[in-house]
């Protein structure tokens, strides 16, 4: 397919060297469009179809320079090749440091014609060249921002599910209240607590994140806060009074979170249930870094090893805090130099990445 030869617009008061310009640039294979002065020039710019226009300086009404203020004023201008007579290279570096891509000078008899070709050529190739790198860097802006409307839009949906949850699993959790509240056997009324303990602790992972910035992970030590202050509310009495907290600013992924928080419910609901018999006593939990890896401990001052079994005990406590700590891929230590109970667990602050089983096997 042939490409559609260029339009040239020639703006010069000189009509016999617009007839050399027309048939030496026809000849090139250009299409030429002569204008005589500046305003006709751009009068024949707003009907369009001009490629690249050659501009003489010295003109009646408007000269060269104040019609090149005006075309490259114009939406979509063309490149302007700047046209003169004189040697003076203050005019070469006036025209081209207002936006002239070219600057040449002319003689009459004709002999500047193949430079302006050459000239013309370069110009339009230039301005495709800077079209198609403005086209592209408008097509990346456009896609960066259709990719943060829907990043944005996703974040929105995300935190609107996470608060949806998060208020259901807080009304499950309350409905466990009151059933407890209102059951008048011990049994009963301790199973629907451990419940309600371990819906609010994942409860609280989503009422973290709907209030959160970061969708992607939990600070574990407001986390934990809000969690113990969660089982004091929900204690009778005082047993609960004494819970304490130290943590380091620790932040991790919102699975890890929830697994967290039903293992240190569990073993403080185990603590409280086990720990002093006569009744009430200090119960802490400590949450530290160390390199890599996330040291926590729920500790007592209670019985410790001389505590009876509970013939009521199901261990399904013991059973959910060892499936937790296979999530976490957490080593779970009883500390014997303890007076009490000391219960440590250790992990990576990072998950390891998940092997792929396929790959292993092919491997």
Known sequence: MTAPRPTLLYIDDDAGLARLVERGLTRAGFRVVHAADGQRGLERLQQGGIDVVALDQSMPGLDGLETLDRILATPHAPPVVFVTASQDSKIAVTAL??????YLVKDVQGDFI?????AADGAIRRARIQKARDDAEAEVHASRDRYAALAAEREVLLREVNHRVGNSLQIIASLLHLQASSSTQDDVKAALTNA????AAVAQVHRRLYTSHDLKSVLLNQYLDALLEDLRRSAEGNRMSRLTLEAEQIEIDPDRAVAIGIIVNELVMNAIKYAYPDGAGPIHVDLRALGSDVILSISDDGVGLNAKTDPRSTGMGQRIVTAMAGKL??????D?????????LRFDRIPAPATNPEKTAAG
């Open 97 to 102: 440091k207002a936006g002239a891509a070219d």
């Open 114 to 118: 193949p430079l302006l070709q050459v």
């Open 196 to 199: 309600m303990g371990r819906v």
């Open 329 to 334: 891929e957490a080593s779970v230590e009883r």
């Open 336 to 344: 014997p130099a303890h007076a009490g109970t000391r219960i440590v």
